[in-house]
């Protein structure tokens, strides 16, 4: 019991008589970045008052360094009287004091310091981690203040597109008129173009056939060689007479003439319906790989498709 009593008033004693506290022992702090909570917010009650205290040693306001005349004066008699047996236990527990003061003294600080650095690097990354948790709320924020007028948005693009489906429906209402026209032109500028090519064959075979009719007479007729000579002749000499027709310019016009009464003897129905039945294959053909509206019946007659 005696034992006990000792020890810890030896234990107060030190930790009383020590001068200064180092960094490692200094009131611990608790630092967060996050925002306060509400709860955390509300105002605590005040705690209440502390008691004064005198300080000193044993709170009788005098000064720790009596400690170590009482303790020696103590000391005595407790030995003396074997109230306190100094024995390998009050050697291990001097060795034991004696190592708690040297790290104490000694390596206090660098334990602190070390116990700190760690605690300001988790720290820093703690705020690092809470920064981009932040950047991330602030940017779904601007996100959700964009998207305020979403529904106005919407109602917007509804109207533009009803009034769009307007004016497609009008255009539709329009637009197979228009559809039907160029048909039509279309196919007008065939039947244009294929009585020009007609035209144009015809002119061409007159020309080729003309020559040789013409060439042939020369051929087999001595009165036209010779009246062709003679005017070649009086042509070269100048001898030739004011108002005298060409032989050869003569014998071509009767060939014209010719094929001009031919042609008026012939009614032409047929070969007229033969290039009406081409002409009519040909437009459908193209009415049909064209998607017209309408195609030509055998009679030329356009009729609509269902």
Request: some cysteine; overall charge negative; aromatic content about 6%.
């Amino acid at each position: 019991m005696l034992r006990s009593a000792a020890s810890v008033a030896a234990r107060r004693t030190l930790l009383n008589s020590s001068k200064g506290t180092p960094a490692c022992l200094a009131p611990k702090v608790n630092f967060h970045a996050s925002s306060k909570r509400d709860e955390d917010a509300a105002p605590t009650p005040a705690a209440p008052a502390p008691t004064e205290s005198k300080g000193g040693l044993f709170g009788t306001g005098l000064s720790e360094w009596y400690a170590l005349p009482i303790g020696m004066t103590l000391a005595v008699p407790a030995i003396k009287l074997d109230w306190y047996v100094v024995n390998e236990e009050t050697q291990l527990a001097a060795v034991f004091v004696a190592f708690c003061v040297a790290c104490y003294t000694q390596g206090g600080d660098a334990l602190y310091n070390t116990l700190n650095e760690r605690a300001e690097t988790l720290l820093k990354e703690h705020n690092e981690a809470e920064d981009k948790v932040i950047a991330a709320l602030e940017q779904k924020l601007d996100f959700l203040k964009a998207n305020q007028n979403m529904v106005n948005d919407f109602e917007a693009i509804n109207a533009l597109r009803e009034e769009s489906y307007v004016c497609l429906n009008a255009a539709g209402a329009i637009k197979p008129q228009h559809d039907f026209k160029a048909q039509v032109e279309r196919m007008l500028n065939m039947i244009a173009q294929e009585e020009a090519n007609v035209t144009e064959k015809t002119k061409i075979a007159i020309m080729q056939e003309a020559p040789a009719a013409v060439t042939e007479k020369f051929t087999t007729s001595k009165e036209l060689k010779k009246a062709a000579l003679d005017a070649a002749i009086a042509q070269i000499k100048g001898s030739a007479k004011e108002g005298t027709v060409d032989p050869v310019r003569a014998e071509f016009s009767n060939f014209l003439k010719a094929k001009a009464e031919a042609a008026s003897k012939i009614s032409g129905d047929e070969e007229m319906l033969a290039q009406r039945a081409a002409m009519v294959a040909k437009m459908n053909a193209v009415a049909k790989s064209e998607g017209f509206f309408f195609e030509l019946g055998a009679d030329g007659k356009p009729t609509m498709k269902a």
